[in-house]
């Protein structure tokens, strides 16, 4: 593992030390981010699943009714009478934050659902009453699904970006500091004991000097 | 106030014009892709169907759009059914946050 390469002086470990703490500090607010955006998208993607298992059923059989009204109405007679819905479908949406990601959240009320038909009886049949009722029915679970869908995706980005840096931190960035923190530490020691070496080295050079001084009266006694 | 969009071929998305979706009939992926990209630019949809035989057929294009807000492009069926499409999504997206896929196995 490449190591921090710092200068071992108090200053850079009690910056390290610093850095540290920061670091395990972020990296336990990450975790709890972590495994709360993983409870939303569990929730999320579960009605997601069974949303979309409702919708992609009910849509095959508006789908199914729509095809018998085609077939019983002239394809140009179908062709204009769908051509001008009554109302354009619009939909408010509004940013919410949830968990730091921007999601949309769409609000549907619009007049579409239901009673669409913007169309004259003389040339269509009953058929594509009833099939346009079935499809303005499953509508607001469309947009709801649609809504839902997209939450779970920005929410899958954002856990497996929050994962990565969870992991980056606990893997990477503290281990290395402990290390650099260590080597520091050990080098402080290493001089610290140097030092008392040293100082005791001196000592006894002055003690032997004293001695050698006191003793020089005698110089044939060695 | 945003529209909603639909993109399909002419049939799958004949259903939805009387809703007052605005609907933008495609024959080909090519030509969905250019739809979209428009669709996109022009900020004016907050959702946008297509139809998964499409969706299938431009992965570049919707990882594009994954991870803006909006607009939300949502995949449904076609007029030949479901096929797996959007379920594969989420598959992929539980396979993306969880690590493994928790919810649709059996």
């Known amino acids: 593992m490449a190591e921090i390469r710092v200068n071992p002086t108090r200053m850079e470990l009690k910056k390290l030390k610093a850095r540290y703490a920061t670091a395990r500090r972020g990296h336990k607010l990450l ?36 095809s ?12 204009t009478a769908l051509l001008l819905p009554r109302t354009e479908a619009k939909i408010e ?11 949309p959240v769409l609000h549907t009320e619009i007049g579409a659902a239901g009673d669409a038909a913007n169309y004259g009886f003389a040339f269509t049949s009953g058929e594509l009453d009833s099939a346009i009722a079935a499809f303005g029915e499953i509508l607001p679970k469309m947009l709801q699904m649609a809504q839902l869908e997209k939450e779970a995706m920005l929410l899958a980005e954002e856990i497996e970006r929050t994962r990565r840096r969870v992991n980056a931190l606990e ?9 650099a923190i260590k080597s520091i530490e050990m080098k402080l020691e290493e001089n610290e004991r140097g030092n008392i070496t040293r100082l005791m080295k001196v000592k006894d050079m002055i003690l032997h000097a004293n001695l050698a001084q006191k003793y020089s009266f005698f110089p044939d006694e060695e | 106030m945003y529209k909603i969009g639909m993109i399909g071929d002419s049939e799958s998305i004949q259903g939805f014009m009387a809703l007052g979706f605005s609907t933008f009939a495609v024959s080909t992926p090519a030509d969905a892709a ?59 997206a539980t396979e993306r946050a969880v690590g493994t896929d928790i919810l649709f196995q059996e």
């Open chain 1, 31 to 66: 975790k709890d981010k972590r495994d709360e955006l993983m409870r939303c998208f569990l929730a999320v993607v579960r009605e997601c699943k069974s949303l979309r298992y409702e919708v992609e059923t009910a849509l095959g059989a508006a789908r199914g009714a729509f």
């Open chain 1, 171 to 179: 893997h990477i960035m503290m281990p290395r500091y402990l290390a």
């Open chain 1, 68 to 79: 018998l009204a085609a077939a019983t109405t002239h394809p140009k007679m179908l062709a």
């Open chain 1, 93 to 103: 949406v509004s940013l919410k934050n949830r968990m730091s990601v921007t999601v």
């Open chain 2, 34 to 92: 250019q739809t979209l990209a428009a669709l996109v630019k022009s900020e004016e949809y907050a959702v946008i169907f297509m139809t998964e035989e499409l969706c299938a057929a431009l992965p570049e294009e919707l990882a594009r759009y994954k991870d803006m807000p909006l607009p939300a492009i949502t995949a449904i069926p076609g007029k030949s059914g479901s096929i797996g499409y959007g379920m594969t999504a989420l598959k992929h």
